[in-house]
């Protein structure tokens, strides 16, 4: 079955030839297509190219081109490196004053930093094998867009130093997370939420109650207004604490670290949200052999697969830039073996 037809028959038995497995490719792909990552991040059309190549060698369940954490910061005046064997980092955060967040630009997605690009990059995923995969683009929440704005270790401080103003950023950075978002939107794709900085191995759930969910229940309610269903919501190391205060959102899925127990994520949640997840990226993915990739592989399934909300076969975060291509091939070996139905 094609992807699409496979998640098609999902939605509409319950049933298909296995289930949907979707390994997080990002800049692993790179070396796909014999590129470096600046050369990647500083073209739309390379973006896609990585996604299709792994497409057409693993035959996975979704491809994605997106400007994750950094790309709304970069266009809101976030200075970044771009290395040519690492992924992006920040060199300076805006330097602004709480009482002036309105100075801060609402980004226009058409045509601020490098948003063009990534918009180029799912255009032509959805022109060159929309009919056969799914597409997505996935941008950060406005939680952690905000902590890169400013730094986030001054973010996280001055939300016991001053919540009023860090209520006004966050307000203020929504605006753009959802410019980007509707920029999807209009091109007929539900766009995906990574927002690592609201990890519960950062934060207490009193801090993700107050300050990270409000915001995401804007955007998820924005989309599901827009596109009839809730994104895919993915935030990295462990959200286990917060779990009861992510059930308040309406999200179509929920997507784990390796670092939590998918198991049990299927006990509390599955009733409300489909699970992604979650093998290992480096230990089993880096650095496995083809039979503890196949082990791991099977116990995920093994402890997920019946969940009444659905189930997606994934990795617990990016696949590292420099793992081995063939162990990708062992993990969708893995799941097209112990996924059948």
Not at 105 to 112: A, E, L, S
Not at 197 to 219: N, Q
Request: aromatic share 6%; with cysteine.
């Amino acid at each position: 079955m094609k992807p699409v037809e496979r998640e098609r028959a999902l939605q509409e038995t319950g049933r298909a030839d296995r289930i949907l497995c979707c390994p997080f490719i990002d800049m692993f792909g790179a070396q796909l297509i014999g590129k470096n990552i600046r050369e990647v991040n500083l073209s739309g059309k390379l973006m896609a190219d990585l996604e299709i190549e792994a497409y057409k060698l693993y035959g996975h369940d979704g491809v994605s081109v997106g400007p994750g954490l950094y790309g709304v910061p970069e266009a809101m005046g976030v200075v970044l490196d771009l290395p040519e064997t690492s992924y992006p980092y920040v060199t300076k955060c805006v330097e602004m004053d709480y009482d002036n967040v309105e100075d801060l630009p609402v980004i226009d997605p058409k045509r601020d930093g490098r948003l063009p690009l990534f918009l180029e990059g799912v255009q032509i995923l959805i022109d060159e094998v929309g009919d056969e995969v799914g597409v997505g683009s996935s941008v950060a929440g406005p939680f952690s867009t905000a902590a890169t704005v400013v730094g986030t270790e001054r973010f996280l401080k001055d939300i016991r130093k001053n919540p009023e103003g860090i209520h006004k950023l966050l307000a203020h950075v929504t605006k753009s997370v959802l410019a980007y978002m509707d920029a999807v939107m209009d091109m007929g794709i539900v766009p995906s939420m990574p927002d690592p900085v609201a990890s519960g191995t950062l934060i207490s759930t009193k801090t993700f109650r107050e300050f990270a969910l409000p915001y995401l229940e804007v955007c998820v309610e924005h989309i599901r207004e827009r596109m009839g269903r809730g994104p895919a919501l993915h935030i990295c190391g462990t959200t286990r604490k917060h779990w009861e205060e992510i059930k308040k959102l309406n999200l179509s899925a929920l997507s784990l670290d390796n670092i939590d127990d998918i198991g049990e994520a299927c006990e509390v949640l599955g009733d409300k949200f489909c699970i992604i997840g979650n093998v290992d990226p480096v230990g089993v993915i880096l650095n496995g052999s083809r039979e503890s990739i196949h082990r791991a592989v099977k116990e995920c399934i093994d402890k997920a697969y019946n969940n009444s909300k659905g189930f997606v076969l994934a990795t617990g975060c990016d696949i590292p830039i420099n793992a081995s291509p063939e162990n990708v091939k062992h993990f969708m070996e893995a799941a097209r073996i112990y996924s059948r139905f």
